[in-house]
């Protein structure tokens, strides 16, 4: 059957109405619709539009969830003048090609009471819709797992014994029949396979949701990102949990960071005498650093240093961390001189480098100490001592 035009001498007015005439005007008729339908076909096996006049409502009753597919309002069934339709893909898993299903009545499926589909109790749990094909006759399916529209599946008859989330439960046991999923529910039970009324429904493609599923990087039906290695993230989270214990853990790094004292300091005099009196040490310069987390601590201080008085007459200089003096390796006392625990300067070479270094360890790890470059007058509390110009103390945590 074709499209026939119509020609002006079959319409003439004045002229009688010729059954020919409308037998080529429903015939006509016929061809559109013909392409019409020819036409949705193609745009489904083009576009991968799903469904028309579609929608699906859920009621519950002695703790069994019935599902019943309805048109597009929620709430009236399909007939045949006004049917909700769904393409699905052929039966042929070697063929591209989709067919267009119309559900004419309303079709359900009942989880009855016991049947987990491997559920959890207390847990929110998502579950699939389906409607299969049976050689172009609609059924409904449901599963806790996520089959996209290119699955040929082979069901099991739902019973209170349905406990599995992989398998896919209809009224009738199905063997390689095409599937599409047509939306999902979720519903928390305090006892799983006690059902109660879903706290949210949603009717349309999740074909989406594949593309999800394959991201998230965990299998179908999961309903979180299982097992970590490290402990920032806690196991068996979801995605916004887990991205909430990345950021609140960059946040607390970043503060303490940008709290944590300088693990280096430095002190000096670089112009002019610090001569001081006393024969009791005095701080000369001082610096804080804090430790990492081998709890070390080098010091390194270096200058001139001066002693004055009678022939014979000394000053002795040392560094130390807190009050503790005495260093992992022995301070390097002047220049050219051996390793030694204290620089004694006579009053006859009144004027002298030195180079002080030692290190401190087993000291408390992230912690912040004071260090200090001291000296003393042996022998007088009146003549002068210190540093003569450019005394510098470094500090280096580790």
């Not at 001569?275 to 009791?280: I, K, P, Q, V």
């Not at 009146?382 to 540093?387: A, E, K, P, T």
Request: proline share 3%; net charge negative; glycine share 10%.
């Amino acid at each position: 059957m074709s499209f026939t035009a119509i020609t002006s001498t079959e319409i003439e007015a004045g002229k009688p109405v010729k059954e020919s005439l409308f037998t080529k005007v429903k015939d006509n008729f016929d061809d559109h619709e013909s392409r019409i339908t020819a036409n949705a076909v193609s745009l489904e096996n083009k576009y991968g539009s799903s469904f028309f006049n579609l929608g699906a409502s859920y009621s519950v009753a002695s703790d069994a969830l019935t599902i019943t597919i309805k048109q597009q309002d929620g709430s009236t069934d399909p007939t045949a003048g006004s049917p909700a339709r769904v393409a699905i893909r052929s039966a042929t898993a070697t063929s591209a090609t989709y067919s267009i299903v119309d559900i004419e009545s309303g079709i359900n499926i009942i989880i009855p009471k016991g049947a987990t589909l491997g559920g959890t109790n207390a847990v929110l749990e998502r579950y699939y819709l389906y409607v299969l094909s049976n050689s172009g006759t609609p059924e409904v399916a449901v599963s806790g797992t996520l089959y996209d529209d290119s699955y040929i599946v082979t069901t099991v008859a739902i019973s209170a014994a349905s406990d599995t989330r992989t398998t896919v439960y209809s009224n009738s046991a199905r063997t390689n029949l095409p599937i599409r999923p047509i939306g999902f529910f979720e519903v928390t039970t305090s006892t799983s396979g006690d059902w109660v009324a879903p706290s949210k429904v949603f009717t349309g493609s999740p074909e989406q949701i594949t593309d999800l599923v394959e991201l998230s990087g965990v299998s179908r039906g999961s309903v979180d990102l299982g097992t970590f290695t490290g402990s920032t993230i806690s196991d068996n989270t979801t995605i916004k949990g887990a991205l909430q214990e990345i950021e609140t853990q960059v946040d607390t790094n970043v503060s303490a960071i940008a709290a944590q004292p300088s693990n280096v300091g430095i002190a000096g005099n670089a112009s002019g005498d610090d001569t001081r009196t006393g024969t009791s040490y005095e701080t000369m310069l001082s610096c804080t650093v804090t430790t990492g987390a081998s709890g070390a601590i080098l010091l390194n201080s270096y200058g001139v240093m001066r002693v004055e008085g009678t022939s014979g007459y000394t000053g002795t200089m040392r560094i130390k961390v807190g009050s503790d003096t005495s260093a992992n390796v022995a301070p390097r006392l002047g220049v050219g001189s051996v390793l030694a625990t204290s620089k004694t300067l006579d009053q006859a070479d009144s004027l002298e480098a030195f180079n002080l270094r030692g290190i401190w360890t087993g000291l408390a790890a992230y912690t912040t100490y004071t260090c200090y470059l001291e000296m003393k007058h042996d022998n007088s509390a009146v003549d002068l001592w210190g540093i003569q110009s450019g005394g510098v103390l470094e500090a280096f945590g580790s």
